[in-house]
């Protein structure tokens, strides 16, 4: 069964940093592009950054450029979202999720998510 | 970026109704559209990719259709099981954006 399990989330002040891991079994992790999708509090979704299958490339939604890096360790079987001067506005469900079609694709499976409050 | 607006916002509905969510771009883009159901407290689960294509596990009775600008999911048969908010995504370029949901609830 393909998984994929977050954790890392929680309480942190305006400005501070916070470091997401997603630990992925049942599939060969090293061969996929993986994303991080987030959900702000009763709002809708949106695509943070992805990941090329050996970590050459990255992309990032503009509101998080210079602030977030996504990486990964293939021998670890894991992706990480580093998280720097963080805002209230990124206080959001931090979905873990594996890119499918291509590098640009749809999202499937999601794991559970891990909550991230920005907040003084 | 590409907006995606669906509607209506909130649908009520009966047990065995059939009901069509719609979901438009802002832009062309071809077949790259993808359907989620999430249910309160979990994460979305994938239903329809490339507009059309019923994922892995996905009941029959659900279905996608539509190209360009203009894009339909439809319950043919809606289930308990079915209340919920449904997103459409696009996946024309990198930046991958999300309808703003659809919430079915009991009429």
């Known amino acids: 069964e393909v998984q994929l399990v977050e954790s890392g989330g929680g309480l942190v002040q305006p400005g501070g940093s916070l470091r997401l891991s997603c630990a992925a079994s049942?599939?060969?992790?090293?061969?996929?592009?993986m994303s991080w999708v987030r959900q702000a509090p009763g709002k809708g979704l949106e695509w943070v950054a992805n990941?090329?299958?050996?970590?050459?490339?990255?992309y990032y939604v503009d509101s998080v450029k210079g602030r977030f890096t996504i990486s990964r360790d293939n021998a670890k079987i894991s992706l990480y979202l580093q998280m720097n001067s963080l805002r209230a506005e990124d206080t959001a469900v931090y979905y873990c999720v594996r890119d499918r079609g291509s590098a640009f694709g749809w999202f499937d499976p999601w794991g559970q998510g891990t909550l991230v409050t920005v907040s003084s | 970026d590409i907006q995606m607006t669906q509607s209506p916002s909130t649908l009520s509905a009966s047990v065995g109704d059939r009901v069509t969510i719609t979901c438009r771009a802002s832009q062309s883009i071809s077949s790259w559209l993808a359907w989620y159901q999430q249910k309160p407290g979990k994460a979305p689960k994938l239903l329809i990719y490339?507009?059309?294509s019923l994922g892995s596990g996905v009941p029959s009775r659900f279905s996608g259709s539509g190209s360009g600008t203009e894009f339909t999911l439809t319950i043919s048969s809606l289930q308990p099981d079915d209340f919920a908010t449904y997103y459409c995504?696009?996946?024309?370029?990198?930046?991958?954006?999300f309808g703003q949901g659809t919430k079915v609830e009991i009429k």
């Open positions: 995504q696009q996946y024309n370029s990198y930046s991958r954006t």
């Open positions: 490339d507009a059309s």
């Open positions: 990941i090329k299958e050996d970590g050459s490339e990255k």
């Open positions: 049942g599939f060969t992790f090293s061969s996929y592009w």
